[in-house]
């Protein structure tokens, strides 16, 4: 990339970063156009949809989270272990209004530009998943599709339920343990 291009690259994401932030995975691509002071067709140069823009934004935070789960491969808890990795992919999820919702889209639709953020991390869910069952802490029949969707699930409703804080630990927990008394 030209250095005036690979500048327009990072504003583009810069800006990006900032908008899904605060307006959500849906937030109108002319702002952040306009914000990193290139017009539409710049921004579509570079990302040629939404989703391809998306990808780049949390490609930072994929790296985050795949490296958590090689730290975690180690673990001696590795149910703890999965359960500690949800938990971040929950946070990664809220982290942008809309991010989750994009992500449950991306789970079905294997020609989307996020399901390159999706396999990574089913991947790496995966690894811990398996050690998992191996020790005999999970059942066999629990899969990292399942897992994936559910923590989705979490980071919606916690991210129509902002004031509450616990609700994303408390909506783990309960699907961990389940309902039976």
Not at 18 to 27: D, H, M, N, R
Not at 113 to 131: F, I, Q, T
Not at 132 to 158: C, F, P
């Amino acid at each position: 990339m030209r250095a005036d291009a690979r500048r327009n690259h990072e504003r583009l994401l810069t800006e990006a970063r900032t908008a899904f932030a605060a307006q959500g995975s849906g937030a109108p691509l002319e702002e952040i156009a306009r914000r990193a002071g290139v017009g539409i067709g710049t921004l579509y140069r570079h990302f040629p949809t939404r989703a391809e823009l998306l990808n780049a934004v949390f490609q930072e935070a994929l790296g985050e989270l795949l490296a958590l789960s090689e730290e975690l491969s180690g673990s001696d808890a590795p149910c703890r272990a999965l359960v500690e990795w949800l938990r971040a992919l929950i946070a990664h999820a809220g982290e942008y209004r809309g991010l989750a919702h994009a992500l449950m889209s991306a789970s079905y639709d294997r020609s989307s530009a996020l399901s390159r953020c999706s396999d990574p991390l089913r991947a790496a869910g995966e690894r811990l998943l398996a050690r998992a069952r191996e020790a005999g802490q999970v059942r066999a029949d629990v899969s990292m599709d399942d897992l994936m969707q559910l923590t989705n699930a979490i980071a919606l409703a916690v991210e129509q339920c902002p004031e509450d804080p616990e609700l994303a630990d408390r909506l783990l927990a309960l699907t961990l343990r389940g309902i039976e008394g």
